[in-house]
């Protein structure tokens, strides 16, 4: 084999000064987290891959890396740490519901832990999208209700504002986006999701459609008060009481949470957008319909950098991914994609060379083109 | 600014037509010759003085840019997405520009249950996910460009593309087998550009949405 530098698709090796930056990155998360109680664990990239079934949708199915041993056990590349921790833990958690024939629980809780390492997922070829990339993520356990969601969230906003902070400011001088993180709540729009499948609509559909922000189909399928119409449009809609007594309930908590999270953290947008997670749905009957369910179940959120669709950070609520490892334990937790961090942290794009209408004489050439790449400008001559 | 990106060929007329129509005149467009990269007056977007950064290409790269955030928005048909796989917002579709997707070949060339052909296309995506749902096989051939050729010269005895009018099918002694599906130019917005300039794109399409030329 002739013998060159090409790596397989969507692998990088990072050298020098990028693995520098990476190690730097990388130390400073850690770093945060360490002074924020949270403890490491350090878990295994190849496990098997049967305890995941349960867990698995269509789509995740499709990205596992999976092999026979030589022993013939199934076995499957890190995928992703949080169902990896939550199988581990599960045992040693208090057991949820009867039929769990288990010891005594030995796990003490809260736990805050974290973890950094690879995770391997087959991705289609497409700008961004690496199929081993490096994770940094929080878990807390055993914190149920609000506080928890406000800790790590708060957590993840310090650890994103850290991350960017250089680029930030530099990419702020130069008109960049600021980052930005999407809130929402899993579940939210099942209410109006199954009143429009109770008038006919498919309802995997119109949670694709919601979801793609699709307003001729929602508006097709939506009630009188326009609900999911607003919500595509705004986020939010402007009465949150037509999104149910519960959702609402749930939404003006979130909304709450985000003005005081933006009053804390000033150098990122937070945005409320219940479409960005229409999918996440939690009624059985929207499961069934979507034929697939994530394992989040509460607040969900994103972290978006420049203009890049997707996102470099995300995180939420799944006390049922748990309890359907049999363990009754409420969760919360993130995760960072370092080389999305690293990538676009400034958000800038190319902008466009003008021409200058300036007229010059041959012997002010030189300068006028030196003048006008000092400014990023073209020159028409 | 907004950056728009707007593709070459089939797709670009109605484009134009509905964005004039809505009230966005793009005025200078034409003028711009060859240029696949410009600056306009944004009228009609709703801001006074915004101007408007336009980009042209091919219709089978436009998501990938508007993906990548490269452009905010743009205008490409809901053939070459679903093709790209893309993970973009798809908020309307136009009125006009409408052709749908078809198998074609010579009269009675649909592949009886159990078959197994050859079917010729642009969209290898899609004939397999197609073909997967069908009671007979096809081997996918993909092929760049003049794709009826291919039944009429025994590459494939299917294909799968775009039919407009039918004429040309006509012209060649051959058929429009099955429809697929229909096939429109969708307008496509990047998630996080979304986000960012909500106001304006949101006036936008309630805009194209009021003047009838997408729903």
Known sequence: MKISADLPQGVTALLFDTARRRRGLEAGMVSTLEERGFAEVVLPIVDYAEPYEPLLTPASRGELYRFVDRDGELLALRADFTPLLARLLAPSLPAGGAGHDRPAPTLELPQRLFYRGDVVRYEEERPGRQREFYQVGAELLGVAGDEAEREMLSTFLTLLEDASAPEREEGAAAGAPPVRVVLGLAGALDPALLAAAARGADPAALTGAVARRERGEVRRWDGEDGVLLAVVEEGVPADPDLLGPDSCRRLRRLLALRDEMSDEFPGVELVVDLAEFAHQVLDPALVDAAGERSYYDGLVFRAYLGHLALPAGSGGRYDSLFARLGAEVPAVGFSFGLERLMADATGRRRSRPTPVGVPVGVEDRDEAEALAQERGLGVER | ?215
């Open chain 2, 1 to 215: 600014m907004i950056r728009l990106a707007l593709p070459k060929g089939r797709n670009l007329t109605p484009t134009l037509a509905a964005f004039r129509t809505a009230g966005v005149p793009l005025s200078g467009l034409e003028d711009n010759g060859r240029k696949l990269w410009m600056e306009l007056p944004g009228e009609g977007l709703g801001k006074e003085g915004e101007r408007l950064e336009v980009l042209i290409l091919k219709d089978k790269d436009l998501p990938l840019y508007v993906e990548y955030g490269i452009a905010d928005l743009g205008v490409v048909g809901s053939d070459v997405l679903e093709e790209s796989g893309a993970e973009l917002l798809v908020p309307l579709r136009l009125t006009e520009g409408l052709s749908r997707l078809s198998l074609i070949g010579y009269p009675g060339a649909l592949p009886e249950p159990g078959a197994q052909v050859r079917i010729a296309t642009k969209y290898p995506r899609i004939a397999r996910r197609l073909i997967a749902e069908r009671p007979w096989g096809a081997e996918v051939v993909e092929l760049s460009g003049s794709i009826e050729l291919a039944p009429m010269l025994e590459l494939a005895e299917v294909a799968l593309d775009i039919v407009q009018t039918g004429r040309t099918l006509e012209e060649n002694g051959l058929t429009e087998l099955e429809t697929v599906t229909g096939v429109a130019p969708c307008v496509v917005v990047n998630r996080a550009s979304f986000q960012r300039h909500r106001p304006e794109i949101n006036a936008l399409l309630q805009r194209m949405e009021d003047a009838g030329v997408a729903a």
